[in-house]
C-alpha cells in the first residue's frame, strides 16, 4: 500500500509528529489519523450528548468535534482523536476544515459587511451581487444560463420544482400571459384549477430533501417519510445493477430498458388519472438511497422521454455537484443532448440554489421568491473555494486520488469477496456495499475506531465523500486501514 | 412634530450634516434622509437592474443598496440616497446595518471558525453547540424546554409541521413505539397508513412560507400560490375587525365566536372526511396578509380548542418574533393557559428553528433532521444581538418609540380621514390602511421619494417594521415625512 502513495512523486514532503508524510494541500494538516480514546464517542463526547439531550433531539450525534482545532482533511473531536474524515459533514466541506483561504473571506471588511447585513436579494441587493452571481455562480454552470440562490438543498429543489410547475402551466396557457379570476381565487383555496393536479415524477431510492413537497419525492428511507402525509406522485424504478459493470453489460442494459418503460407508462397513468406530470426529477447518483448509478444511455433516454411529455428535467446535484466526481457536475458525465432544464444545488457548493433554463423562468416577480434568496456570505465562501479549485486543478486531483481509491477497493473486494461487493462510483464520490446491512454497521463502527470517519448510505453501502483536497496518500491511509478491518473482521 | 421628539429626553446631542441629532444607538446615523435622485430607483440602480435581470428573475427589485456605507437605521443605496428605512429588509435586520457589536462576532477567530467549518450539526456539533441553545435561544424561549435550529422561516415551519404530524400519530399509536411493516413500506410510496391523510388548520390571510407544506397553509396573495399543487388542508377565516377597537368591542367579539366556530366546524368536516386535523397554525399577528390583529381571547379559545380536538397549537412568529411587539414574543401578549405546543421564529432572530414542547419531540433520531440543521454563525450572531437587546433596554425602546408612532398616526388618521384608516399593532410593529390598493401604492412610492423606505402588506395597507434600535426621533421624522405627503396627496 505505501509503495504505491510513496510513488506518488509528490514534490516536498513534511515531518509531522515523526512521520514523514507527503506535503497535503492543506498545510500543517497530521500525518495520520490518532485515536485516544477506547470508546467513539469518547467520554466528554458522551457527557456533552447527554447534555444536548436536555435541550434537543440528539440521537442522531456521532461525536462532538474540535472545529478550532480540526485542519485539512482531518477531523478532531473533543476526546483529542484526530480522524482521517472520508465523510466531510454529509459530503458539504469541499476542501477541507479551517483552510487558509476560506479563513481569510471575512477578513475583507466589505465581505464582513456583506455577511453581517443579510439583505432580502429579491428586492434589495447589494451593488455586487449580479457580478457575483456572473462570475462566481454562472462561471460554473453546467450550460444554464440563468440562476437562483438559495438556503439549503431541500429549499433549491422545493422552488426549483415550484419553477417546473409554473412553466408546464404556462405552456398550457400557451400565448395568455395573465391568469384568470377564478385561477386566483381557487389557488387561494388550495383548488384546481388554480392550485393545479399536477405531479412529479421521481425515482425508488431518490433523496430529494425533507420539506414536504421533495419528501414526495423522497423514497430512500421510512424514517424519513414515516406520519409525514405526502403528495400521490409517481414513482419508477430506479436501475439496480449488477458489478462489475463491464461483465455484466447485456444485464444492465435491460435494466435502463425496463425502468425506462416504466417511467412512460407512469407518465401516461398519471395524464389519463387527470394528474400530468409537470416534471422528471433525479439525482444523477442516488446518494442517500444507497451510492445508485445510472448509465449514460439512461439519462440520456430519460431527458428525452421527458422532452416528449412537455415535462421538465431536473438533475439534483446537491450531493454530486462542486466536482466530487471528477467533473464539476456529475451529469457531465452523461453526454446529453443538451442542458437539463434545471440542476440544483447545496452541500459543497456552500450556497444553495439552482440553475435554469430560460423557458424555467417564472415570467412574474415574486412567484419563486423569499425573504432572503441565500445568503452572499456563502457565495463569497464559494467564491473562495473556487479560487482554490482552480489555483489547484483540483478536479484532477479527485481524478488522480479517486483512481487510487477505486483501484485499492477492486483490490479489497478481490481479497475480501464474502464480505465487499459493487465497487462503484466516479472520481471520489465512491461507494462499497458490505456483504449485509449489520456488516455495513459494524464496518463503519470499526473504521471510526481505526481513526476513518466515513459514512453509511442505503442499507448495506458505505459511501465515500472526501473533501476535494483528499489527496493520493490520504487515499493510502484509508485502504490502509480498510484492509485491516477486513482483515480483522475476516 | 418636533416640539414631541425633543421632549423625549434623550441625554446627549449630535451635531450631524449641520443638523442637531438626539444621539443614535447606532453612532454615526444621519441625522436625516437625503434623496438625490429624481427617480427611485435611481440611474445605478436601474442599469444594476438590467444587468441582473439577464441572470435572474430580477422584478421585486426595488433599488440596489450600499451595504458598505448603510448604517443603523439608514438604508444607502448605490445612487447616494439615504433612506430612513421602517422596513428592514422585510422586517429581518434586529439593530440595525452595520452595528458594530455585529460586526465585532466574527473578527474572534473561533467564532470565525464555527463559522467556515459549517458542521452537520445534528451528527457533528461542535463543542459550544448545547451552551449556545441553551444560553442564547433557550433564554429567551417562550416557556417551551426543547429548540431546533433551522435555515429560514419556510424550512422552520416545515419541520415545525412535521413535528405536529409525528406528534399526533404518536398519539394515535399510544403505548406502541416501533412502526409496522406496513407502515414502512407503504410511506416509501406515498400512501396511508404510513403517509396518513392528515391535515393543519391553517387561515385566509395566512402566510406561513412559500415551500409545498408551508405554501398549503399560506392564503395572503395569489401570485405565491398559482400554479403549485396544494394539499387540501382546512382553511378558517381570520377574524375581520373593525377601528378604532374600542368602540366596535361587541362586533369584534361576535367576529371572533364566529371564526371559533368556522374552526370547530372545519376540524368536524375534515375528521368526517377522514382527514383529522392534526394542528392549527396562526401568526399572532398575520403579517404578508395584511397585519390583521386578532384578540388575546381569540387566540386563547383557539388553544382550547386545538386542545380539545388533540391538535397541536403551532404559533409561527417568523415576522412577529424578537421584539418588534414591545414583547420578544407577540404571543405573551395573549396570557395564553400555557405556552404553545411549538413556537416557529426566523428574520430578525438571524437564525431559523422552532421551539417545542417535550410532547413535540420526536421519540427517533433522523425524523426531524438534514444536513446543516441551521447555521451557527448565525446563532452567534443573534448571540451579539441579544446582548445589545439586554444593554439597551431595546423592549423599553420599542415600547416607546412604537407609542410615539402609533399615537402619531392616530392623529394622521383624525387628519386624513379620507386617505388612512385602521391604525393598529403593538410595539413598533404598527400598520395602517390606505383608502384604497393604488393610494397605498402611491403612499410607499412616495414615502420612497421622501426617504422613508416603507413597506406594503395584504391590498392596501402599510406596515412598520422598524428595527429595535429605531428611536423617537426616527419615529418624528418618519411622521413628519409622512404628514407632508398627505398632505401633498389631498
Not at 278 to 289: K, L, M
Not at 391 to 414: C, W
Request: aromatic letters at 8%.
Amino acid at each position: 500500500m505505501w509503495a504505491k502513495y510513496l510513488n506518488a512523486a509528490i514534490p516536498k514532503t513534511l515531518k509531522i509528529g515523526g512521520i514523514r508524510a507527503a506535503s497535503s494541500l492543506v498545510p500543517g494538516e497530521p500525518s495520520e489519523p490518532k485515536i485516544v480514546t477506547t470508546e467513539i464517542p469518547g467520554p466528554k463526547s458522551r457527557s456533552l450528548i447527554n447534555d444536548l439531550d436536555t435541550v434537543t433531539q440528539s440521537g442522531s450525534v456521532q461525536l462532538f468535534a474540535d472545529y478550532e482545532k480540526s485542519l485539512g482533511n482531518y477531523l478532531m473531536d473533543v476526546d483529542g482523536n484526530a480522524f482521517l474524515d472520508v465523510y466531510m459533514q454529509i459530503s458539504s466541506i469541499p476542501i477541507g476544515y479551517n483552510h487558509p483561504e476560506m479563513l481569510k473571506v471575512f477578513k475583507d471588511e466589505n465581505n464582513l459587511k456583506a455577511l453581517v447585513n443579510r439583505p432580502a436579494l429579491g428586492s434589495f441587493p447589494g451593488e455586487h451581487w449580479p457580478n457575483k452571481l456572473r462570475d462566481v455562480l454562472l462561471s460554473i454552470s453546467p450550460g444554464l444560463p440563468n440562476v437562483m440562490t438559495m438556503m439549503c438543498g431541500s429549499c433549491s429543489n422545493e422552488n426549483a420544482y415550484k419553477c417546473l410547475f409554473i412553466a408546464y402551466q404556462k405552456h398550457q396557457r400557451g400565448e395568455k400571459i395573465d391568469f384568470s379570476d377564478i385561477e386566483k381565487e381557487s389557488c387561494l383555496i388550495n383548488e384546481a384549477p388554480g392550485a393545479p393536479k399536477l405531479s412529479l415524477l421521481s425515482f425508488f431510492g431518490a433523496f430529494h430533501g425533507r420539506t414536504m413537497g421533495t419528501l414526495s419525492t423522497t423514497h430512500s428511507k421510512a424514517i424519513h417519510k414515516i406520519d409525514i402525509p405526502a403528495f400521490d406522485w409517481p414513482i419508477a424504478p430506479f436501475p439496480k445493477y449488477r458489478y462489475p459493470l463491464e461483465e455484466n453489460a447485456r444485464e444492465n442494459q435491460a435494466e435502463d430498458a425496463r425502468c425506462l418503460e416504466q417511467v412512460e407508462e407512469l407518465i401516461e397513468q398519471y395524464r389519463k388519472k387527470g394528474v400530468p406530470v409537470a416534471g422528471i426529477v433525479i439525482e444523477p447518483i442516488q446518494s442517500e438511497g444507497g451510492d445508485n448509478e445510472a448509465s449514460p444511455e439512461f439519462f440520456q433516454k430519460l431527458q428525452r422521454i421527458a422532452k416528449k411529455h412537455g415535462a421538465g428535467f431536473l438533475i439534483d446535484e446537491v450531493q454530486t455537484g462542486a466536482g466530487a466526481t471528477g467533473k464539476m457536475w456529475c451529469h457531465e458525465h452523461f453526454n446529453l443532448d443538451s442542458p437539463p432544464d434545471i440542476v440544483t444545488f447545496s452541500k459543497k457548493m456552500l450556497t444553495g440554489g439552482f440553475y435554469h433554463a430560460l423557458d424555467q423562468r417564472p415570467q412574474q416577480p415574486y412567484r419563486v421568491y423569499n425573504t432572503w434568496l441565500g445568503d452572499p456570505g456563502k457565495l463569497l465562501l464559494l467564491e473562495s473555494f473556487l479560487k482554490v479549485l482552480k489555483q489547484q486543478n483540483l478536479l484532477d486531483q479527485v481524478n488522480r486520488s479517486g483512481a487510487i481509491l477505486k483501484s485499492g477497493l477492486l483490490e479489497l473486494e478481490k481479497d475480501f469477496p464474502f464480505l465487499l461487493n459493487s465497487v462503484r462510483g466516479r472520481g471520489t464520490f465512491l461507494a462499497v456495499n458490505a456483504a449485509s446491512p449489520s456488516l455495513r454497521d459494524q464496518m463503519v463502527a470499526g473504521l471510526k475506531k481505526k481513526g476513518i470517519m466515513s459514512g453509511g448510505c442505503g442499507d448495506h453501502s458505505i459511501r465515500l465523500r472526501p473533501a476535494l483536497t483528499f489527496q493520493e496518500h490520504h487515499a493510502n491511509i484509508f485502504l490502509d486501514r480498510l484492509r485491516q478491518l477486513l482483515t480483522e473482521i475476516k
